[in-house]
């Protein structure tokens, strides 16, 4: 097993992670149209879009046809895709403008290459109006929308791995919030003295480890859609002959054959259950 100062290390790299955002108000919201400026921001890959929305309403304010729009209003799209917004930022990326993503039909690139269309920068628009409530849950002015699906994630993923919600369910009303904010401010050490409370002690052995796996489909597709893979996971898998499910895991995410590893020195937000 590989010592914990080493694993520390890849969680600090997970969080440090960002990718560069070019965002451009929706011509139709703009004054200029298409002319004005775009905001650029090298973004967490583990935070959520909505985060931006204050700052962005302040940078675009001058160029809005409607003054009266509110931060929390604002929704962002990609190709002309809403994004959900209960997605981190790198996810969202990796299904849409990433490797083999699902806007590209599946065609094979390679993010180290450069070629007409680059998909760093990632290009977004951002909009202030006609939110898409057929597919995007409104968020309100305090957050709280953002803050009750992040924690009911958590507590979704604390029963799988802990075969009870008690851990989260008995947390302090502060540090329940800190939780949350912690993700929402890329802090994480406040993140890893707060998750610390959620994980058994070592004696006892995780249940299952709560993973999710996005699949992403092509838009020409019969239901263009992101498939979601979801199923508990015992903390030790041993791979079979013939069992090539098993061989993948072993060879992209196992470490000695024991995934709890992953759950405790990697552990990053998961995105809220139940909203695909």
Known sequence: MESKATLGSIQKAVWAGKL???????????????QTDPY????????????LLPRLRAFFASSLIDPSSRPHEGWFSFEGVPLKWHYPVGLLYDLYAGADPA???????????TTDEDPLPWR?????SDWPDEELVR????????HDAFINSVKEADF??????????????????????????VDLPNFQRISNILLPPQSQPFRNIPVRFFLPLPPDSDSPSLKV???PIPPTIQPTPGNSA???????ILIEGHLSWRNQYCMVPLCPWGHH
């Open 246 to 252: 098993s061989v993948m895991a072993s060879q992209s």
């Open 103 to 113: 806007s590209k039909g599946g065609a094979e690139t390679d993010l180290l290459s």
């Open 139 to 146: 968020l309100d002015a305090e957050g709280i929308v953002m």
């Open 160 to 185: 799988l791995r802990n075969g009870t919600a008690k851990g989260i369910m008995t947390l302090s009303r502060e540090d329940s919030a800190g939780l949350w904010e912690s993700v929402r401010d």
């Open 229 to 231: 893979v979801q199923s």
């Open 124 to 128: 977004l628009v951002v909009h202030f």
């Open 20 to 34: 560069p955002l070019h965002i451009t108000l929706a011509p139709s919201e703009s004054r200029t149209f298409d």
């Open 40 to 51: 650029l921001i090298s973004c967490p890959r583990i935070s959520y879009l909505p985060s």
